[in-house]
């Protein structure tokens, strides 16, 4: 069983639709991320939320609105998306970013297909 | 840049072989590595870490890794395989000098035949 819980699993939407991905932790991990993930490819970083506080943002598009409305969940709010951002997005957390890295855990992903 | 590269995009075995995936990263500092799974369907799993100390690192469903800062690389080995480790595994390295940011390998495909 997965420690990171993501929700929908499975999410098909039009380009001029809005929703939003879902994630949530209780380890008590302070730094959160996002990650897009396409077929064959390693995770590309998107976000990062260090302490409920953007962190680092990798020059994602802004139809990519992240949330982090406490400590324990993150939200991704999505809008006007292109056919190209259907991917797997990958929810995982850490204790902290901070002087010693600790391995992240990760959701088991949305799969996300624009129409 | 930090970077990550692994060497072999597919690796083929028959069950009960051992395996080797290879992993080398750039880096003039010091870093922490780790290997993730990746089974079908799934998020990432970390199978080991190495952040300090004894070089040889065991982790998860008996798999080993050896750092080796000479060669900087850090090979992930299995004694003897099982079909259930068909998986994608990725080596990540973390750099100290990008905060903490984890760079990822493209991944390497190993197919456990019987």
């Known amino acids: 069983d997965t420690e990171v819980t993501q929700t929908p699993k499975h999410l098909v939407m039009g380009m001029t639709n809005k929703k939003s991905l879902k994630c949530e932790q209780h380890m008590g991990h302070r730094a959160m991320y996002w990650y897009k993930q396409k077929a064959k490819k390693p995770p590309e970083l998107m976000f990062v939320?260090?302490?409920?506080?953007?962190?680092i943002n990798e020059s994602v598009p802004s139809r990519f609105s992240p949330e982090c409305p406490n400590s324990s969940l993150l939200n991704l709010h999505l809008h006007a998306l292109q056919p190209e951002d259907s991917a797997l997005y990958l929810c995982?957390?850490?204790?902290?970013?901070?002087?010693?890295?600790?391995?992240?855990?990760f959701g088991d992903g949305t799969r996300l297909s624009i129409l | 840049a930090q970077s990550v590269t692994q060497l072999d995009s597919q690796v083929p075995v028959f069950e009960e072989a051992p395996v080797e995936l290879r992993c080398n990263y750039s880096?003039?500092?010091?870093?922490?590595l780790f290997w993730y799974v990746q089974y079908p369907n799934q998020g990432l799993q970390l199978l080991l870490k190495y952040l300090s100390g004894s070089t040889l690192v065991k982790g998860i469903n008996g798999f080993e890794a050896e750092f080796n800062k000479s060669q900087t690389s850090f090979h992930l080995r299995k004694p003897s395989v099982h079909i259930s480790d068909t998986a994608e595994y990725f080596c990540a390295v973390s750099d100290p000098t990008g905060g903490f940011k984890t760079i990822f390998g493209a991944g390497t495909r190993l197919f456990v035949k019987a």
């Open positions: 995982a957390s850490s204790q902290e970013i901070g002087q010693r890295s600790q391995p992240q855990h």
């Open positions: 939320y260090s302490y409920e506080k953007l962190s």
């Open positions: 880096s003039s500092v010091s870093v922490y």
